[in-house]
């Protein structure tokens, strides 16, 4: 029962983007030397601001998710709509053929194909080692196929692009208990806690490792 709860967590946290005129000058068009010429610039004058560097896409990304996660935060907060968003822009990546491959990896995992969704996933972070979503994906795929130290292996990697994933810390937390690794595994929940401390899921996982300390 136990294992079955554990799959749960992982795959609810887990598997759920002027030109200018030619002109000819002619000889009327030369201006005339009596003329008064036009004043020369103040040298005092200010020069114009410079104007801004549009934001790349990952950098908007990033700020969407720093506004996100501090609403996870606000009293009365609706979690779940928030949780898609932020998990949304972890599945964007600058790379169409990057989110094609990653749908093409989840729509094989869900078809019950882990081979081929393994030899996806292993296409996609050998082709964008930055793209944190395809190493929690096979993560995720890893755990289900019960190879958990490569699991383990690609959580760190999530984390070390994307410190805040709660998925990928719910995950390993559920890993560690299946290791039997308490200590880390409630280590783990807790971490998930601190960047989403509205995940009901973790909150009941962490009272089941209580449980299963005290032998109950």
Request: hydrophobic fraction near 45%; aromatic fraction near 6%.
């Amino acid at each position: 029962m136990r294992s079955i709860i554990a799959l749960s967590v992982l795959l609810a946290l887990s598997l759920p983007a002027i030109a200018d005129e030619e002109h000819d000058f002619l000889p009327d068009d030369i201006p005339s030397l009596t003329e008064e010429a036009p004043p020369l610039p103040d040298a005092q004058a200010e020069a114009p601001p410079p104007a801004e560097k549009p934001m790349k896409p990952a950098e908007v990304r990033a700020q969407q998710l720093d506004i996100l996660f501090a609403s996870l935060r606000r009293p009365g907060v609706r979690s779940d709509t928030v949780e898609q968003k932020i998990w949304s822009l972890w599945a964007a990546s600058d790379s169409p053929t990057a989110e094609v491959l990653l749908q093409q990896a989840v729509r094989a995992v869900e078809d019950r194909a882990p081979a081929e969704a393994l030899s996806i996933l292993d296409t996609l972070v050998g082709a964008y080692p930055d793209f944190a979503e395809a190493w929690n994906k096979r993560a995720t795929l890893y755990f289900m196929m019960k190879r958990d130290d490569q699991a383990l292996k690609d959580i760190e990697k999530v984390l070390d692009l994307e410190p805040r994933h709660f998925g990928a810390l719910a995950g390993k937390g559920v890993i560690l208990v299946r290791q039997k690794n308490y200590s880390a595994a409630r280590d783990a929940y807790e971490q998930a806690l601190a960047v989403n401390p509205t995940l009901e899921q973790v909150k009941d996982a962490l009272k089941a490792l209580d449980r299963l300390e005290q032998g109950i």
